[in-house]
């Protein structure tokens, strides 16, 4: 089995376009048609973990963090820790390949995970996923539309939510003259022409946009095809960074804070809030989730657990809701019982391993 064909499974299950604009998912160095011969999962990449896959034979490392991220790479060179990393994998036919925030933001992502070890219930994104569809109108002669429809189904159009094969049709006539140097399917040169034509409209990802254009004009019949793609603004709400859920039974904000330690296994949490409240919705953004802060109170939780919260974070909320910084790794790191599961389940040719060693080793007095 060659590398590309593990990456493009799981780029089915977490699509790359999910991913944030600032962000660098996917191959990170490497062949992707080299024959796979096991894969190491870590949460960040380093030489130790590189080290660890040539001792266990495998040339695939995944992990949650890019490797290559926000730091202007001009060239690869031995003389810093990317540099290293990037080096030592290439010199030894590795690829690297990371799933960063399009599993973050998917369905049965990280933060469905993080959700669900807090036994949350009704859950849905905290911050949904904006610009992400195109919508494609066309117009075709009906005796050709289902056909027509069919390919573009096929392509990536007309899915919504739990439901695929959707789609607007009406009726209308359409006309147009052939010129010199025209071939058309109808009619003649020079002639006005009149068809019974139906109108299609269907979205699409973004991502698809290439294809689709392809499969229409390999399945439309006319030499010119009338057709209109238009933006929308449409939010996604499968598909987001963070979760808010309820709890099956309410509790007072005491007893949730060692519920959380407990159900996280966690160590100890910074918070802030009303230690008085009683705590029924909550709100998770696995990672640095800052920048949700409002999110979560405009979604009306009792509380918000996430990582990297800075001082005058914890002034947002007002004592209207409880803010808990549980770290950045405590928050994501278990994104790799995601990765590992998928593998092991559908791809019985190779080993896969959780890491062993981990980077940066972190400890606690």
Not at 17 to 28: L, R
Not at 309 to 320: A, G, R, S, T, V
Request: hydrophobic letters at 40%; aromatic letters at 10%.
């Amino acid at each position: 089995m060659k590398i590309k064909e593990v990456t493009h499974f799981l780029e089915q299950k977490f699509p790359l376009h999910w991913q944030e604009e600032y962000d660098n998912c996917g191959i990170q160095c490497g062949d992707k048609e080299r024959e796979v011969t096991g894969i190491v999962v870590c949460f960040d990449m380093s030489e130790a973990v590189i080290d660890e896959a040539i001792v266990k034979g495998a040339n695939i490392v995944i992990s949650h963090h890019p490797i290559i991220y926000r730091n202007g790479l001009k060239k690869i060179e031995p003389t810093d820790r990317v540099g290293k990393i990037l080096c030592k994998a290439l010199e030894n036919k590795i690829l690297l390949y990371s799933m960063h925030t399009n599993i973050d933001s998917g369905k049965d992502g990280g933060n469905v995970l993080f959700a669900q070890k807090l036994g949350l219930q009704k859950l849905s994104v905290l911050s949904p996923k904006e610009n992400q569809f195109y919508k494609l109108i066309v117009f075709v002669p009906s005796e050709n539309s289902m056909l027509l429809k069919d390919a573009l189904f096929k392509a990536g159009c007309g899915n919504i939510g739990n439901y695929s094969h959707c789609s607007f049709t009406c009726e209308g006539v359409g006309s147009f003259k052939p010129l010199a140097g025209a071939n058309p399917h109808i009619g003649q040169h020079n002639r006005m022409e009149r068809v019974d034509e139906e109108r299609i409209e269907m979205i699409f990802p973004k991502a698809k946009k290439r294809q689709v254009i392809e499969a229409l004009y390999q399945h439309h019949p006319y030499e010119e095809p009338a057709f209109d793609i238009i933006a929308l603004e449409n939010l996604n709400n499968e598909v987001g960074l963070g979760r808010v859920g309820v709890l099956p039974q309410p509790m007072p904000a005491k007893d949730f804070i060692h519920y959380a330690k407990e159900k996280l296994n966690l160590e100890t949490i910074k918070f802030s809030g009303n230690i008085n409240a009683e705590i029924k919705k909550v709100a998770v953004c696995g990672g640095g989730g800052a920048s949700f802060v409002t999110n979560a109170l405009a979604a009306g939780a009792d509380v918000f657990l996430t990582g990297d919260l800075k001082y005058h974070d914890f002034f947002i909320p007002e004592n209207k809701m409880l803010l808990m910084d549980i770290g950045h790794f405590e928050g994501e790191h278990f994104i790799r019982e995601i990765i590992v599961s998928l593998l092991k389940e559908n791809f019985n040719t190779f080993a896969t391993h959780f890491t062993e060693v981990e980077f940066p080793v972190i400890y606690r007095a």
